[in-house]
């Protein structure tokens, strides 16, 4: 698609960020909307424009990020939301997905991969920026689906197992019994087995993957 048709409101609290990628933007020839310097700003420009492109920082002032992704998304269905940020961290990395942000950008992005990532999610795909390490976008993607594969009671569970939690302190918390919850964590092993290596310990397994549990 020509960038001269395509629409972007842009948000971010750092003033010489905002204002390089706004210049960056005009100068590459797309069409910047608006600009915001906090998320509730952000995300009144994002309803009132309907813009095609919206690339926001995650720590904002007032709404984060997510936040303007979450209540902007059934507001403005036809416009593709970027995350631009600093943080690598695989959690971040997750919560984007999980709030549906198609585009992961590092802000060390240049100008042409930020055109690369707005015309890939305008063309109904995801991408994440070239400097996240390696293998990481496609593991969580495995990982998720595994997870997604538990029922909410699985889940549950294994979250507490995550924090530590005996299977007594378990069945306390959900009012049920041991014997109940030892029956879930052999059907949680044998999920997770199947799709993947061998469990050996569900405990070591829930510790490692703690980021993407909390967040399902």
């Not at 492109?53 to 995650?58: H, L, M």
């Not at 936040?67 to 902007?72: A, C, D, R």
């Not at 909410?152 to 041991?178: F, G, V, Y």
């Amino acid at each position: 698609m020509i960038n001269s048709q395509i629409t972007i409101v842009i948000a971010d609290d750092h003033p010489l960020m905002l204002s390089g990628l706004h210049d960056e933007l005009l100068a590459t020839g797309y069409q910047v909307l608006g600009s915001a310097k906090n998320g509730a700003q952000a995300l009144e420009l994002i309803v009132k424009h309907q813009p095609m492109v919206a690339i926001v920082d995650i720590e904002m002032p007032l709404l984060s990020g997510f936040e303007v992704i979450k209540i902007g998304s059934p507001k403005c269905p036809d416009t593709q939301f970027i995350v631009m940020t600093y943080h690598k961290e695989k959690g971040f990395l997750v919560q984007a997905k999980n709030f549906g942000a198609k585009g992961y950008l590092l802000k060390d992005a240049g100008i042409k991969e930020i055109s690369n990532c707005i015309q890939t999610v305008l063309k109904g795909k995801l991408y994440y920026s070239d400097s996240l390490e390696k293998g990481i976008t496609s593991s969580i993607d495995l990982q998720l689906k595994i997870i997604k594969q538990l029922t909410p009671t699985e889940r549950t569970i294994i979250r507490h197992i995550a924090m530590d939690k005996s299977s007594a302190e378990i069945a306390a918390q959900l009012s049920t019994s041991p014997r109940t919850v030892q029956k879930h964590r052999t059907n949680i092993i044998a999920k997770l087995s199947a799709s993947q290596q061998e469990i050996s310990s569900l405990k070591q397994w829930a510790e490692e993957h703690k980021d993407l549990l909390v967040l399902l």
